[in-house]
T-cell receptor, first 111, second 121 residues
Framework: AQRVTQPEKLLSVFKGAPVELKCNYSYSGSPELFWYVQYSRQRLQLLLRHISRESIKGFTADLNKGETSFHLKKPFAQEEDSAMYYCALGAGGTSYGKLTFGQGTILTVHP | GAGVSQTPSNKVTEKGKYVELRCDPISGHTALYWYRQSLGQGPEFLIYFQGTGAADDSGLPNDRFFAVRPEGSVSTLKIQRTERGDSAVYLC???????????????????FGPGTRLTVL
């Protein structure tokens, strides 16, 4: 069974501080991991995916298979980063594309 | 171009009634997904269409829930004999294609709609 755990429902930091949103997963196959973001009054959108190893809006995430983690990091948080963040796991095989989401972390960046 | 649209944006119904929720995917997207998001939770997978057929309906909670996509574009999620526990935001997403063709770098991003908030009184 697939499971995604985001241990923090709320995370508050000050502008300019580093931020790390934690994500752990459980999956017997080879995982595809993603971070999705939902800004206030906007729809859910993809932030980044582990397979492309990209940095979007200063965020990075490294897949650690040994620790089954995919934590999202940014060295200097900005107020516009305040949003709901979801970690998601993509299944393989014929269900490729089906996503299992964590409960989400609300990030608040204070001025 | 236009993104994924969902109608209605809000639906209030009474326990026991039948409801239909509609999703218009991005034009040309062959894969369509339905998710349900309860308060304080992340989206939960319901069903995935590849073209007209349901490739994976393992997330539908029971036989009161049914979804169709007759022409491979618009999809309708149908809920019979609604219960208070069905209250949630129902999200639809579409992607260019869903099934991996073996190229792991070609994952197709899912584009989400704004959701339909269903309230069962």
């Amino acid at each position: 069974a697939q499971r995604v755990t985001q241990p923090e429902k709320l995370l508050s930091v000050f502008k300019g501080a580093p931020v790390e949103l934690k994500c752990n997963y459980s999956y017997s196959g080879s995982p595809e991991l993603f971070w999705y973001v939902q800004y206030s009054r906007q729809r859910l959108q993809l932030l980044l995916r582990h397979i492309s190893r990209e940095s979007i809006k200063g965020f990075t995430a490294d897949l650690n298979k040994g620790e089954t983690s995919f934590h999202l990091k940014k060295p200097f948080a900005q107020e516009e980063d305040s949003a709901m963040y979801y970690c998601a796991l993509g299944a393989g095989g014929t269900s490729y594309g089906k996503l299992t989401f964590g409960q989400g972390t609300i990030l608040t960046v204070h001025p | 171009g236009a993104g994924v649209s969902q109608t209605p944006s809000n639906k209030v119904t009474e326990k026991g009634k039948y409801v239909e929720l509609r999703c218009d995917p991005i034009s040309g997207h062959t894969a369509l997904y339905w998710y349900r998001q309860s308060l304080g939770q992340g989206p939960e997978f319901l069903i995935y269409f590849q073209g007209t057929g349901a490739a994976d309906d393992s997330g539908l909670p029971n036989d009161r829930f049914f979804a169709v996509r007759p022409e491979g574009s618009v999809s309708t999620l149908k809920i019979q004999r609604t219960e208070r526990g069905d209250s949630a935001v129902y999200l639809c997403a579409s992607s260019l294609r869903g099934v991996s063709l073996g190229d792991r770098s070609s994952y197709n991003e899912q584009f989400f709609g704004p959701g339909t908030r269903l309230t069962v009184l």
